[in-house]
């Protein structure tokens, strides 16, 4: 099982007391915060021993994560996406602990090296990947799985075309619109 979170803005602290606590942070997350996609595997259940081995991973900073997700799809197991049923909450946060912030994270030797442990770009699977989604009424095929990989790779080259393409047309309309 994995999905994907919900981040959100927890300002004050949860009284566990409460009796609707649940309720009422669900409530937050749902208008307030925002799902992250895909890429942002933010939980997962698996059987114990399923994994033999994993590589020298940092835990916690990025690919180590996609990695699970590959290695459970490549020993034939079904990966099922739990997003549409689970609202897993992750509360917002900076990232001041590493000198570089944010883009550090994403791009300091740790994240290097765990994209090498990993394998490299088709080894790093998302959500999308999952074989399965649980839907209210139980769990279905995901046909999408089928294209991931091909999105994940042709998005980062097809976007700056799009917007390439776009512009012009933006910039006809725009002239047009002051006449």
Same mark, same amino acid.
């Given at each position: 099982?994995?999905?994907?979170?919900? $981040? @959100?803005?927890?300002?004050?602290?949860?009284?566990?007391?409460?009796? $609707?606590?649940?309720?009422?942070?669900?409530?937050?997350?749902?208008?307030?915060?925002?799902?992250?996609?895909?890429?942002?595997? &933010?939980?997962?259940?698996?059987? =114990?021993?399923?994994?033999?081995?994993?590589?020298?991973?940092?835990?916690? =900073?990025?690919?180590?994560?996609?990695?699970?997700?590959?290695?459970?799809?490549?020993?034939?197991?079904?990966?099922?996406?739990?997003?549409?049923?689970? @609202?897993?909450?992750?509360?917002?946060?900076?990232?001041?602990?590493?000198?570089?912030?944010?883009?550090?994270?994403? @791009?300091?030797?740790?994240?290097?090296?765990?994209?090498?442990?990993?394998?490299?770009?088709?080894?790093?699977?998302?959500? &999308? $990947?999952?074989?399965?989604?649980? =839907?209210?009424?139980?769990?279905?095929?995901?046909?999408?799985?089928?294209?991931?990989?091909?999105?994940?790779?042709?998005?980062?080259?097809?976007?700056?075309?799009?917007?390439?393409?776009?512009?012009?047309?933006?910039?006809?309309?725009?002239?047009?619109?002051?006449?």
């Amino acid at each position: 099982m994995v999905g994907r979170r919900w $981040d @959100t803005d927890i300002t004050e602290a949860i009284d566990f007391n409460v009796p $609707d606590w649940s309720r009422t942070t669900k409530t937050l997350a749902k208008e307030h915060g925002i799902q992250q996609p895909g890429y942002s595997v &933010d939980y997962f259940a698996f059987r =114990r021993g399923f994994y033999a081995s994993i590589p020298a991973l940092v835990i916690g =900073r990025i690919w180590w994560d996609h990695w699970l997700v590959w290695k459970a799809r490549q020993q034939g197991a079904a990966v099922v996406d739990a997003s549409e049923q689970v @609202t897993a909450i992750h509360q917002n946060h900076n990232y001041v602990y590493h000198p570089a912030g944010a883009r550090g994270v994403w @791009t300091d030797e740790q994240a290097e090296e765990n994209y090498r442990l990993a394998g490299g770009r088709w080894h790093l699977f998302t959500v &999308d $990947d999952a074989t399965h989604i649980l =839907r209210e009424h139980g769990e279905a095929a995901n046909p999408g799985r089928f294209w991931a990989p091909y999105r994940r790779y042709l998005r980062p080259k097809c976007i700056p075309v799009w917007f390439g393409l776009r512009q012009p047309v933006l910039d006809a309309a725009l002239l047009k619109n002051r006449r």
